[in-house]
């Protein structure tokens, strides 16, 4: 032999993974680093000097500030995301239903009396009826 060793990484095929596995653990780093910062100011229970030392303490200290509020806020930070997503899949409904449903401006009295007037020249049935005005007082 003539004393070369060859290692793993001289395989281009390693080396790209590599590669790969690093570039995906910046992006996934730089994701939660975003999401930290998003939650800090997104929690109202926080005041301004903490929300200010905590956002000090992540960028000074980028990993270990991260890891130390994922360990002390960790629950409360999923807590948060979760309300949030409720809050914003609730906007969307009701986006939806005052637009693209078409109730825009109509009070739920209004809603009734056209139904009544549906019912009244019966282009409805009592079913249908009943059951749109029981989704209307909903």
Known sequence: MDGYVFLAYDYPVLGAFWTVMWIFLWVVWLMLLFRVIADVFRDHDLSGWAKAGWLLFVIVVPFLGVLVYVITRGKEMGKRETLHAQARQ???????????????????????????????????????????????LR
Do not use: H, P, W
């Open 90 to 136: 609730e906007e969307l409904e009701e986006y939806l239903r005052r637009t693209v449903a078409g109730t825009s401006g109509m009070s739920a009295a209004d809603e009734l009396a056209k139904l009544s007037e549906l019912k009244a020249r019966g282009e409805i049935s009592e079913a249908e009826f009943q059951q749109t005005k029981e989704k209307i």
